[in-house]
């Protein structure tokens, strides 16, 4: 019973390198987002997917891109690091729908440091 | 829009204590609301959730909350603290509308320290 599961975990990168961070979830949810956490500021979404095939901004998109080409998987890219991307990055899925049960099921987190 | 606001970044209790973390949050429709707790190195952790049944919502670990619409709140209780509960707690807000997607606006986050 997997749940959501982010790779990797931890990654170093330079300034101006690219990467890709992958949640995988296994509980058939329809929607997946993708957070970022920073000290004092809680979470903030990025992008969001509502289906295979959709994505959608967030709060604070800018420098990010994601894909959604499987239901059960959710890319999140960053095509030139910068040092102010430096966080921790959660993944979540729920089960979509606009009632009560449509619930945020969270990832264990990928710590990115950019130099 | 939404917001919600967490007063206190760090809260510490002795062991045995009452814990006592405040959430207040805007929201333009009537909201779902949210406790999420994280504990060192890991993901967040649903504690409990309003979802305008019953205003006093009960958790995971005895931790309880009470919805007051007139002071647009959701503070969350727990009325004997343990040393486990030392982590950081996140209040959440989101939408009933269906064009929120499930949309969660998150809070700053209260770090808990429970001293022996």
């Known amino acids: 019973n997997a749940g959501v599961t982010q790779t990797p975990k931890f990654r170093v990168l330079k300034t101006g390198q690219s990467m890709t961070l992958l949640c995988a979830q296994d509980?058939?949810?329809?929607?997946m987002y993708w957070y970022r956490q920073d000290p004092g500021m809680g979470l903030r979404l990025i992008h969001y997917?509502?289906?295979?095939?959709?994505?959608a901004k967030g709060e604070v998109p800018d420098g990010y891109n994601v894909s959604r080409l499987k239901k059960q998987n959710f890319l999140l890219g960053l095509e030139s690091a910068a040092p102010s991307q430096t966080s921790v990055y959660f993944c979540?899925?729920?089960?979509?729908?606009?009632?009560?049960?449509?619930?945020?099921?969270f990832g264990a987190g990928t710590r990115l440091s950019v130099l | 829009a939404q917001s919600v606001t967490q007063l206190g970044s760090h809260v510490s209790v002795s062991e045995g204590a009452l814990v006592l973390l405040r959430c207040n949050y805007s929201?333009?429709?009537?909201?779902?609301l949210f406790w999420y707790v994280q504990y060192p190195n890991q993901g967040l952790q649903l504690l409990l959730k309003?979802?305008?049944?019953?205003?006093l919502v009960k958790g995971i670990n005895d931790f309880e909350a009470e919805f007051k619409k007139s002071e647009t709140s959701f503070h969350l209780t727990k009325p004997s603290a343990h040393m486990s509960d030392a982590a950081e707690y996140f209040c959440?807000?989101?939408?009933?509308?269906?064009?929120?997607?499930?949309?969660?606006?998150f809070g700053q986050g209260t770090i808990l320290t429970v001293h022996p």
């Open positions: 309003y979802t305008s049944a019953a205003t």
């Open positions: 509980m058939n949810h329809e929607y």
């Open positions: 959440a807000v989101r939408g009933a509308g269906g064009t929120s997607y499930g949309k969660l606006t």
């Open positions: 979540a899925s729920s089960l979509g729908g606009a009632g009560g049960q449509n619930i945020q099921y």
């Open positions: 997917s509502v289906g295979e095939g959709t994505t």
């Open positions: 929201s333009s429709v009537p909201p779902y």
